[in-house]
Nanobody, 113 residues
Framework: EVQVAESGGGSVQSGGSLRLSCTVS????????MGWYRQAPGKEREYVAT???????SYGASVRGRFTISRNRARNIVDLQMNNLDPEDTGVYFC???????WGQGIQVTVSS
C-alpha cells in the first residue's frame, strides 16, 4: 500500500518561512515525480511545485522565487522550503506522487499579516 505523509505545517507571520516535508512509502517503481498543491478556503486547488523523475524542479507562478522544492531520492522524501510567506499562501498543502496518482491528507499552513 502506498502511503503519502506530509509534515511541518503551522502558523507564521507574513515574511516568515516554513518547511514542509513529504514522505512516500510502499512505492517501488522509482524514480517518480513528487510535488505539492495547495487549496485555500473557497478556492480551487492550485499547483505549487513539482520535482520530476529526473530531479528537475518546476514551480507555479505565484511561488516562483520564494519556494524551493528538493528531494532526497534515497529516502523518498521531498521538501518544500517556503520563504517570504504572504497571507495569500495560507491554505492546506497536499503532497502528491506521479502527478496525482497518490495524494497525502494535506497539512495546514497559515500566514498572518
Amino acid at each position: 500500500e502506498v502511503q503519502v505523509a506530509e509534515s511541518g505545517g503551522g502558523s507564521v507571520q507574513s515574511g516568515g518561512s516554513l518547511r514542509l516535508s513529504c514522505t512516500v512509502s510502499g512505492l517501488t517503481n522509482s524514480p517518480f515525480a513528487m510535488g505539492w498543491y495547495r487549496q485555500a478556503p473557497g478556492k480551487e486547488r492550485e499547483y505549487v511545485a513539482t520535482v520530476n523523475s529526473g530531479n528537475t524542479p518546476s514551480y507555479g507562478a505565484s511561488v516562483r522565487g520564494r519556494f524551493t522544492i528538493s528531494r532526497n531520492r534515497a529516502r523518498n522524501i521531498v521538501d518544500l522550503q517556503m520563504n517570504n510567506l504572504d497571507p495569500e499562501d495560507t491554505g492546506v498543502y497536499f503532497c502528491n506522487v506521479n502527478y496525482g496518482a497518490y495524494w497525502g491528507q494535506g497539512i495546514q499552513v497559515t500566514v498572518s499579516s
